[in-house]
């Protein structure tokens, strides 16, 4: 009963969002999203549907635990069902056990979405107002492609490498975000009767939590991880486990019940997980290296980008290369030159873009010039640029040939076309435009 309201749920979730889309459009309500808290809140004091939803989500999780990710959000819904489609083809991956499922998503969680916009609000004047329909619902939604390709690798590709939910795991932002008030949650899985070790929760468990171990250890499910999804219960044969309110004065609380812990993993459900602990600082190193040099790249967003590094990364160093698997080890070493390749050009990219601003124009020229030698896709932009640095050092010819590939890449955009006109008056009279 309790399996079949949560997929109503999720469904009923996915109903309201496609209507909001497609028939409400921002008339009255804008972007709902989670990192609205951050963008708009956090950075300008704007109270809009996202920051609205974030508070409700934060505000719930104190009392009821993580109950949002669990029955309403989409994307642990889609993870649900690539974790559903491979258990229909006879795939069922092990669920990896890392220290990081509590690291990186902080790290994410602090490093674009706190920080920045923290910062910015400790420098600008900030002041709160109420914008319910602003940003348009699109603000932030890539286009299609990236869209469906991010729904495949955090959705499909994450859990066959990583086990269940392993995007909610390991890299979900706002699931770190509501870690603190689940953690105070007053309403909690607990044990209430004789637990028979059958491990039957932990099985069930969509998360990828050891129920049991936890059950039997802290006589509750203490993990921040838990969506309160109630299939522990549920999956209990001696109706051990119950959802129970308790007065937090009176709830036994220590750190140590939430911080990550080395447990052995018993033999009625070790074939279920994967430890990878030993190769957790690899895995971080990679995986940061792997997401920061591919972020922003292709249109790429924050989860696609380090989706791949965390996926890629997990391939790296889970996979032997003896000489007896040259295959294997050319995919390592290609794998690696594309990475480290677009972090060159990233690198390259935001370097002449701080030499333009500092009017540094021969550095910026070098800079740039490697970016669109090297970046497969044609930005109008940085072409743009390359023309303007070009013309403050006097060489036409240059300006003039940037202009025009800008225009070509962006036939419809205005500047471009006011660049060549005003190139081509400046040759004429010797008149300098200013920018």
């Known amino acids: 009963m309790i399996s079949k309201l949560r997929i109503f749920s999720l469904v009923l979730i996915h109903i309201l969002i496609f209507s909001h889309i497609y028939y409400f459009k921002d008339e009255k309500i804008g972007s709902i999203d989670f990192q609205e808290f951050f963008h708009a809140f ?19 999780t104190l009392f009821f635990g993580r109950f949002f990710c669990g029955w309403a959000c989409h994307f642990g819904a889609i993870q649900e069902l690539s974790w559903w489609l491979l258990k229909k083809i006879n795939i069922q991956p092990k669920t990896v056990d890392s220290k990081l499922v509590t690291i990186l998503p902080i790290i994410i969680l602090l490093h674009f979405y706190v920080w920045p916009n923290l910062w910015y609000a400790i420098k600008n004047p900030w002041s709160i107002s109420i914008q319910l329909n602003q940003p348009e619902i699109w603000a932030f939604l890539p286009g299609w492609i990236i869209g469906m390709l991010t729904f495949l690798i955090d ?47 932990t099985s069930n468990c969509p998360i990828g939590i050891d129920v ?20 522990c219960i549920e999956g209990c044969p001696e109706k051990a486990l119950a959802y129970q309110f308790t007065n937090p004065i009176n709830e036994d609380i220590h750190l140590t019940q939430f911080l990550p812990k080395q447990k052995s993993i018993h033999t009625n459900i070790k074939n279920l997980f994967f430890s990878i602990r ?25 989860f696609m980008a380090f989706g791949i ?17 040259r295959l294997l080890t050319i995919l390592k070493t290609l794998l690696i030159i594309i990475f480290l390749t677009h972090g060159i050009i990233k690198y390259c990219i935001w370097e002449g873009l701080r030499q333009y ?6 550095s910026s020229i070098k800079y740039l010039e490697f970016v669109i030698n090297y970046y497969p896709k044609s930005i109008g932009r940085f072409h743009i640029l390359l023309s303007m640095s070009y013309l ?44």
Request: aromatic fraction near 16%; glycine fraction near 6%.
């Open 155 to 201: 959705g499909f590709l994450i859990v066959y490498f990583l086990g269940r939910k392993g995007f909610c795991r390991f890299l979900c932002p706002w699931g770190a975000f509501l870690k603190i008030p689940n953690s105070l949650a007053m309403f909690k899985v607990r044990k209430v009767n004789t637990c028979t070790n059958c491990h039957n929760c």
């Open 309 to 325: 590094s965390l996926i890629s990364s997990f391939f790296l160093i889970n996979t032997y290369s003896f000489n007896k698997y």
């Open 42 to 60: 956090i950075k300008s004091g704007i109270l809009n549907a996202g920051t609205i939803l974030v508070l409700i989500a934060f505000l719930t």
């Open 212 to 231: 049991n171990y936890e059950i039997n250890t802290y006589k509750k499910v203490t993990n921040t991880n838990c969506t309160s999804c109630f299939l």
């Open 392 to 435: 403050e050092n006097n060489d036409y010819k240059n300006a003039l040939k940037h202009a025009e590939k800008a225009s070509k890449i962006n036939p419809n955009h205005k500047t471009p076309i006011k660049l060549i006109n005003e190139i081509k008056e400046f040759k004429k009279s010797n008149y300098y435009p200013k920018f």
């Open 278 to 302: 030993t190769k957790d600082i690899q895995l971080l190193f990679l995986t940061l290296t792997f997401g920061f040099c591919i972020n922003e790249l292709y249109g790429i967003g924050h």
């Open 357 to 362: 601003e500092n009017k540094n124009y021969n």
